[in-house]
């Protein structure tokens, strides 16, 4: 008899689409995932594309909606239990996974409280409050990035929780196609002429690291320039094809970048964001980044998912508001394909290229125990 995954992930990227790879990779091995997500995420649409069932939760963040929000909040945390009843009873999972979120708390504690074995996976290197209270009591904890239960969070109250007895450090999963690019040693080892840079940007506050990115290109003697490829997002492309023509700087402009992985495959350096989605494919396909963490966010997740890789030597993290173009141009100019394949290589051996794999065993694992 086929077994069933109930995963629990919403909202963001970074707990959806590791969600969705372990998903894949349990459906290979005959098993039957059942999706948990809010009404209105950006999970309805990636789960229905990947054709599994959803059930939704009324279950959303309060932070800067005002008084009636935490008025409320009793009771919608007892309708998003009732709810969560439903489903697991429906169901019937016989594990159920939480990839943090908000929505991921009713469905994990209503897993525990009817003894469905559940399994924590945290992306990120500073783990949220949901995934920090259902790690006490789950069955199994497994982090992206080694740490993540150590590092402090924004909310001070979960500091103080207890933490789990046993964190495993398997990594965050990816797509297949990224996790099968070719290793550094094999993609650098005859390679020669200008740098290969590619550039993403990322949806929020793409302009800024745009500029920054051109400006720095600019400054640059042209002889010294990389080949430059530079996803601008479908909103900023036209604009952004202008300002590289009117630099002078030779580049390939793209709206989107359709194939990723081989967008990896090909470049020196990466130039991005930190969300932990993007930090987990740099490091399981071992790309060399320079990294320009978000900085709006109130707990700065996007830094310490940078310094994660930075302080291991396997990149480069810049803080956006204190770097300017010409100390941005320095450091392209400085950087050689030897050292770039030496932070390359050593992304890698953090990435854990086979997380997916080693993710989908241990929920293989834990139902036969059960």
């Known amino acids: 008899m086929s077994k069933t995954i109930l995963i629990m992930a919403a909202g963001t990227g970074g707990h959806v689409f590791p969600g969705l790879a372990i998903a894949r990779e349990l459906v290979n091995r005959s098993w039957n995932v059942v999706w948990m997500g809010t009404p209105a995420g950006m999970e309805n649409q990636l789960v229905a594309e990947a054709g599994y069932p959803m059930v939704t939760v009324n279950m959303t963040g309060v932070r800067g909606k005002g008084l009636a929000a935490w008025f409320w909040l009793p009771l919608r945390i007892l309708v998003a239990y009732w709810q969560s009843t439903k489903a697991i009873f429906r169901h019937r999972p016989d594990v159920v996974l939480s990839m943090g979120g908000y929505v991921a708390f009713p469905g994990g504690m209503m897993a525990m409280l009817w003894g469905r074995p559940l399994v924590v996976h945290e992306p990120g290197a500073v783990a949220g409050i949901t995934n920090r209270v259902l790690a006490i009591a789950a069955d199994r904890v497994v982090v992206g990035m080694e740490g993540a239960f150590e590092r402090p969070i924004a909310q001070a109250f979960a500091n103080k929780l207890p933490r789990p007895k046993q964190v495993e450090w398997l990594g965050t999963p990816v797509r297949k196609e990224i996790a099968l690019i070719d290793p550094p040693a094999m993609r650098y080892a005859h390679r020669d002429g200008a740098l290969r840079l590619l550039v993403v940007g990322g949806s929020l506050g793409a302009q800024t690291m745009n500029d920054l990115v051109l400006a720095a290109l600019k400054a640059m ?148 125990a059960a």
């Not at 490829?229 to 094809?241: E, F, I, R």
């Not at 996007?302 to 100390?327: G, M, V, Y």
């Open 221 to 368: 003697p042209e002889a010294e320039r990389p080949e430059v490829v530079h996803q601008a997002g479908a909103k900023l492309h036209a604009k952004l094809v202008a300002d590289y023509r009117d630099a002078g700087v030779e580049a390939e402009v793209l709206p989107f970048i359709d194939d990723m992985a081989a967008r990896y495959a090909w470049c020196d350096v990466i130039v991005c964001r930190s969300g932990a989605v993007t930090v987990a494919e740099i490091s399981a396909a071992g790309i060399a980044a320079i990294l320009f963490p978000l900085p709006w966010f109130v707990a700065d997740e996007q830094s310490a998912n940078a310094r994660f890789l930075s302080d291991r030597d396997a990149a480069i993290t810049l803080p956006q508001l204190e770097t300017k173009p010409e100390a941005l141009a320095e450091r392209l100019r400085g950087l050689t394909r030897e050292r770039l394949r030496a932070m390359a290589e050593r992304a890698r051996e953090l990435g854990k290229p086979e997380a997916t794999v080693a993710c989908a065993n241990l929920c293989e694992e834990l139902c036969r």
